[in-house]
């Protein structure tokens, strides 16, 4: 189909903003009277607060006041509090204090006097599921989403016959399988087997999480930085114990996410309550890149193990995994769950079976990062289809095309309960992709030696969920013409919630220059949107916006008839006119509509609104009722199935054998996003998700030190991110451009894979130069490749985690 | 810049200011001078402020005591940024991120880690680029200070790198770009048709975590020789 605006580049409108310095985060808010919060942070890694003396920090000049934890809600364990009576681990806020300056604040926070006792504490799941092993928790090592808080200890037997190098399986709290797994492995042709661990990783966000607040007239009104407007309301709200319609919210922009923002987060409802104690005075809690690293949260990390059996032509016939995830101090976000399901999309195994056990750690709690799971997935299990690709004797693409579901995925299964999913084409982006790198030819030399330096190529591929529905769209036409169209999505910076904003304009036929798009907080009357996480903005907001926009166009062929006679069939949109289809004299203008549609009340203009929509969206139309020709609906369009985003990558590099530095010459990024809504921005995604999957691959990480719990890399140049200096000075991207049926434009979002495909690939290249050495751990480190290049034994144990 | 070349972030510079001299032009050639220190002394140094003028014997055993500019402890400091004198009370051990975000409400200047390591807070001094965050505000005193906010025209047209950064996409969240920006209009100004190693080179000091590098070199590249 023939769009005006879809598929087309545009410049999103906060970018000059951006670039000029006046987009304001939220450190950038300034409110006369503003007093600073500093943090007591804990320094044990597992403790009770016995006692808190205030007395000295009082007497610091310029202190204003302090939050204690008792002052707070404490959540059931192990959820994350705002302020900790029991930290569980090393930089978790336990006391808060406001003064005057930040100078004052922090030397009141040095002045407080604390007594702590410390606890039983571990950084490793493992040793925590030993007989007799530390717990995190008072009371249990085990939790998560719709699992239970309890204690789970693995047998002296389950350790003991698994030995140092296999991952022992015990007692799993989530089992699935389907088909025959083990009669399936009878009939494999090869078997590969591998346990493998993958370390956490911290977000590092360039913007710490600063949140600044105050009240007033009993409004809360706050500045935070959070990945979605509308989406992170409802949980601030019940965090600062207020009524959703008493908050004043600004989020305009956000300084990176990437999951660790995804809505709204204790330390974001910190300066709200500091203010309420200082009667309603402004109170900025800036946070500092090592507090961003205590309370940013991070990638779960895994202790894994797989099993897959392939028949002889490649074809994925069984496949068994079971993971440890490394859950954190709360109850973290289902990574493991997700293990699961990226494996049986990716690889469409026949047969699999699932298990999986998140244990808590006292560790940063863990939170969503870009392709949580599923991400880890790629990095853990594509060097294992390259080894069985190695072991049948077939090449390394082929094996991934022999699996990987394609040509729309109608026969693609998804998850535990094997349903189907909206699209795939995977297959053909694998496909789209080895043509444009040259695959067949570069693969030839691929693994050759010159001097010290091999060449090697490889392939990746990677998988997340990428849509949801059922949220709400708003869209407004002001009596001047001009389309205001409403959108809750956050301003995470891959510019979707303007690209889903163009849908609208789409719909009614608008110059875009015509179009404003009210965002960033809740002055401008924001609709229930989905957050700006998931990968999923492309897809759910594309609806949303489809059906407000849709509405408003029934309004705009409703009212013509009613003032020249027909009906609305008779009219149809053109050029910002309503236009009789047989007498193009009967016209009338949207900004008459609109003019009109005010005149009339009602539905037109947002007196009554559909019972259906969520009661935000309810309160942002009353807010402009009586303004324009309103269009307001909830996403009620049919949805069966999955949304899958699919995304490959191919990657030469060339490794120096001596000095275990490689260099990566040659990046092409290759997604499975449905229709492509905004080229421009989506290779903006695709080689921006690759830069940060090769950090992942193979730089960053967390290290706590066993002894004391302490972390070992909080700052941004103890877990490097890449540099300019580190990756191609281009890189390839591409798309399918297949469009999804089940979305009116065709779109999918794929945020996500983007970066697994590109990390899995860089470590699969590193494995063939190194002649097919699995390494079975990610991030591999330079010194990882050094040791396996002089054939020296690694210097960590093979199940070891959060270490060197 | 001087004998000692432009102002390096990896090289430890002392707290205090060097001693001022007055140029050929009569221009302070206010250096930044190299110091035998390290960044743990240094941060001391800046910690223990107050007394660092008086003590710097005491903290900085070797630094001699001639170096202690009586103008230091001067709290009231004249800063040009960009373009306008402004004239503001600074204790000695703040930083010109802090003084720029907190005291002038120029808060295009961002502060991403606070150590030099990400360079958010890249700003230019005398048309060097310069982490601000890692920068005591009493020793850019006579330099002219350019922030993101000043890049652009006085007309509000913007710099040939801003227009190319929209054009190329080049910032994602945003958060890094006014560091982005302000490094390449630096470069661009020492050198106005860069290669792109050359421009990789400049700009590998300013982190971006969205991985939006091969836009915003792009970008740079886009702009050189319209700069």
């Given at each position: 189909m023939a769009y005006k605006l879809i598929g087309k580049n545009f410049t999103p409108p906060d970018l000059e903003a951006k670039v000029t310095g006046a987009a304001r985060y939220a450190e950038d808010f300034r409110a006369d009277g503003m007093a600073f919060i500093r943090i007591l942070a804990s320094p044990m890694p597992h403790a009770m607060v016995k006692k808190i003396e205030l007395g000295r920090a009082e007497k610091v000049p310029g202190f204003l006041a302090a939050l204690t934890p008792d002052e707070v809600k404490q959540p059931t364990l192990p959820g994350q509090p705002i302020l900790a009576a029991e930290p569980a681990y090393v930089g978790q806020p336990i006391v808060a204090i406001a003064a005057e300056t930040e100078q004052a604040a922090e030397d009141a926070v040095a002045a407080i006097e604390i007594e702590l006792e410390p606890l039983p504490f571990c950084v490793d799941p493992l040793e925590s599921l030993r007989p007799g092993g530390p717990n995190a928790h008072n009371g249990g090592n085990v939790a998560g989403r719709r699992i239970e808080f309890q204690e789970i200890k693995w047998s002296g037997k389950d350790f003991a016959l698994a030995g140092e190098e296999t991952l022992p399986k015990g007692k799993p709290v989530v089992e699935w399988a389907f088909g025959d797994v083990d009669n399936a492995f009878k009939e494999a042709a090869v078997v590969v087997e591998?346990?493998?661990?993958?370390?956490?990783?911290?977000?590092h966000a360039m913007e710490p999480r600063t949140a600044a607040a105050y009240w007033e007239n009993g409004k809360c009104h706050v500045w935070g930085s959070t990945q979605s407007t509308a989406f992170a309301q409802p949980a601030l709200a019940r965090l600062i114990g207020i009524e959703l319609s008493d908050l004043v919210f600004v989020a305009e922009y956000c300084g990176g996410g990437f999951?660790?923002?995804?809505?709204?987060?204790?330390l974001m409802a910190l300066p709200a309550l500091m203010s309420k104690k200082l009667g309603g005075r402004p109170c900025l809690a800036r946070v500092s890149r090592a507090e961003e690293y205590y309370n940013g949260y991070a990638r779960a990390g895994f202790q894994a193990w797989a099993r897959f059996g392939f028949r002889q032509d490649g074809r994925l016939i069984a496949a068994d995994v079971f993971v440890v995830q490394d859950l954190g101090s709360t109850s973290g976000f289902p990574d493991a769950d997700n293990v699961g399901n990226a494996t049986s999309i990716v690889y469409q195994p026949e047969n699999m079976r699932f298990r999986a056990i998140p244990v808590l750690t006292n560790t940063v709690p863990k939170g969503?990062?870009?392709?949580?799971?599923?991400?880890?997935?790629?990095?853990?299990?594509?060097?294992?289809?390259?080894?069985?690709a190695r072991e049948l004797g077939i090449d390394r693409l082929a094996i991934r095309l022999a699996n990987a579901p394609g040509g729309g995925g109608k026969d693609a299964r998804y998850g535990a309960e094997q349903g189907p999913v909206t699209s795939a084409y995977l297959r053909d982006a694998l496909e789209k992709g080895a043509e444009r790198f040259n695959w067949a030819e570069r693969v030839k030399a691929s693994g050759q030696r010159n001097g010290s330096k091999v060449r090697a190529v490889a392939v990746?591929?990677?998988?997340?969920?990428?849509g949801r529905n059922g949220f709400d769209g708003l869209v407004r036409i002001t009596p001047d013409g001009i389309l205001h169209i409403h959108t809750g999505v956050g301003n995470l910076g891959t510019f979707s919630y303007a690209s889903t904003s163009r849908v609208a304009a789409e719909v009614l036929g608008y110059d875009w220059s015509r179009c404003t798009i009210e965002r960033g907080g809740t002055a401008r009357?924001?609709?229930?949107?989905?957050?700006?996480?998931?990968?999923?903005?492309?897809?759910?907001?594309?609806?949303?916006?489809?059906v407000a926009a849709s509405d408003a166009r029934d309004k705009l062929l409703g009212l013509a008839s009613m003032d020249l006679g027909g009906s609305p069939d008779d009219y149809d949109l053109v050029d910002e006119h309503v236009v009789h289809k047989s007498n193009a004299d009967l016209r009338v203008s949207f900004a008459d509509c609109a003019k009109r549609a005010i005149k009339l009340g009602g539905a037109f203009s947002g007196q009554e609104v559909p019972e259906n929509i969520n009661p935000m969206t309810k309160a942002a139309v009353a807010a402009i009722a009586g303004t324009g020709l309103i269009g307001v609906a909830k996403d009620n369009l049919a949805k069966e199935g999955v949304v899958p985003a699919l995304s490959a990558g191919f990657i030469e590099i060339e490794l120096d054998l001596e000095?275990?530095?490689?260099?990566?010459?040659?990046?092409?990024?290759?997604?499975?996003?449905?229709?492509?809504?905004?080229p421009q921005g989506l290779a903006a995604q695709v080689r921006g998700g690759a830069v940060m999957g090769f950090g992942l691959a193979s730089t960053e990480r967390h290290i706590y030190d066993p002894a004391y719990g302490r972390p070992g890399a909080r700052s941004l140049h103890q877990a490097k991110p890449h540099t300019y200096l580190d990756i191609p000075a281009e890189m390839g991207w591409d798309a399918v451009d297949q469009a999804d049926p089940q979305n009116p434009i065709g779109a999918k979002g794929v945020g996500e894979p983007l970066e697994g495909a590109a990390s899995s690939a860089l470590i699969c290249a590193i494995s063939e130069a190194l002649g097919g050495y699995m390494f079975n751990r990610t991030p591999i480190v330079t010194d990882m490749i050094i040791n396996a290049a002089a054939g020296r034994p690694q210097s960590h144990k093979p199940l070891q985690t959060n270490c060197e | 810049m001087d004998e000692y070349g432009p102002y390096d972030p990896t090289v430890d510079y002392g707290c205090e200011p060097a001693i001022r001299e007055i140029g050929p032009e009569g221009k302070d050639t206010l250096t930044w001078k190299p110091l035998n220190m390290s960044r743990r002394d240094f941060i001391r140094g800046v910690v223990c402020s107050g007394v660092v003028i008086a003590g710097a014997a005491y903290i900085f055993p070797g630094v001699p005591?001639?170096?202690?500019?009586?103008?230091?402890?001067?709290?009231?400091?004249?800063?040009?940024?960009n373009g306008r004198k402004r004239q503001v009370e600074v204790p000695p051990n703040e930083t010109l991120a802090h003084t720029l975000r907190y005291r002038l409400g120029l808060t295009g200047t961002k502060i991403g880690c606070n150590r030099a390591e990400c360079g958010a807070c890249t700003v230019m001094a005398d048309d060097t680029a310069i982490y601000a965050c890692s920068t005591l505000t009493h020793r850019v005193r006579g330099k002219d200070i350019v922030t993101v906010e000043g890049v652009a025209a006085p007309d509000g047209t913007l710099h040939p790198v801003q227009q190319a950064f929209i054009d190329e996409i080049g910032p994602q969240c945003g958060f890094c770009t006014p560091g982005q920006v302000v490094t390449a209009v630096a470069l661009l100004k020492k050198n106005p048709n860069p290669t792109v190693d050359e421009a990789r080179l400049a700009m590998s000091g300013n982190?971006?975590?969205?991985?939006?590098?091969d836009h915003y070199l792009r970008g740079v590249m886009k702009a050189a020789g319209r700069a």
């Open positions: 591998e346990s493998m661990v993958h370390a956490s990783n911290a977000h999951g660790g923002k995804a809505t709204s987060y204790p969503a990062q870009r392709g949580p799971g599923e991400n880890q997935t790629a990095n853990m299990f594509e060097p294992l289809m390259d080894k069985a990746g591929q990677a998988y997340h969920s990428a009357s924001l609709p229930w949107n989905l957050g700006q996480f998931g990968s999923n903005t492309s897809f759910t907001m594309s609806r949303t916006n489809y000095t275990g530095k490689y260099e990566i010459l040659d990046f092409l990024g290759v997604a499975d996003c449905g229709t492509v809504m905004h | 005591n001639a170096r202690a500019d009586a103008r230091a402890v001067e709290r009231l400091v004249s800063l040009t940024v982190l971006c975590r969205c991985g939006a590098y």
